[in-house]
């Protein structure tokens, strides 16, 4: 089950704060540096941050890239941007700059806690993390699965990620799951805008004025899902009257399941994916 933030202060839990002003990037790809943009429209400040990669180009914040990794100091977090078989290769350079007091932050797609504990040892805790691209916005779903935080640190590391949008504990088991839904999600939602625009030119709309029509529509409708007391499949509804334009097209999608089942193979197809990767990275 995905889980919101605990009150653990509540509890009287007795703890040091995991704190964050020290942060190494390892490798600053698409994803990677849509994290650096949320966390600093988000209000952290740059010199925060140390990024480490070999071939990226300027970053914002007018934050220095570095080629080399450093070569002493510890961080309070490294957060892990590079491709998941780079890893084996990449943790011995890292060891020296991790201690008790280091987060390890894994973007690495398929990388399971216990294959990041056995390359990080020295690490105080190990998290994987899956967001998506408009974690620059500060709109992004980012489960967080984690391995060696105590309760108080669970909601320092809470507070940090809700600068990239709404955070959730999501148990391994399910992580794979949940990175088809949260993780690639985008990728189902942009085909879908892509076929209500095709479609539309199909019967006669000029193509950037159905583009225009199907992004807002989309917009406004997932802010009013988000804001609504109703649940998306009561909204539809609610938007359909009897024997009314709307209905005559929602039952299109609803004949057999049709939606429902097209997103169940969608979902299942890259949850499977994700489990083989985990099993790759293991090899």
Known sequence: MLSAKLDFAAQG???????????????????AGAMLEGWLKGGVPA???TVMDPKREGLPGDIPVHRELPTEGTFDAIL???????????????????????TILSILAGVQLDTLEKNFPEAGANVRVMPNLAVSLGKAPVALAEAGLDDVGRNDLYDFM???????WVG???FDLVTALAGSGPGFVYRFIDALKVAAVRLGLDDKQATELAIAMTEGASALASQSEHDPGKLADMVASPG???RKGLDVLDEDEAMTQ???KCLRAARDRSVEMSREARE
């Open 262 to 264: 097209l997103m169940t």
């Open 172 to 174: 391994e088991d399910r």
């Open 162 to 168: 809700a600068h990239l949008g709404t955070p959730s």
């Open 80 to 102: 892990l941007g590079v491709k998941p078989q780079m890893l084996g290769d990449v943790a011995p350079q890292l060891q020296p700059l991790v201690g008790p007091q280091t």
């Open 13 to 31: 839990a007795k703890s040091l704060r995991m704190t964050y002003e020290s942060i190494l990037m390892v490798g600053c790809g698409n994803m």
């Open 244 to 246: 009314g334009v709307t």
């Open 47 to 49: 010199d925060t941050f």
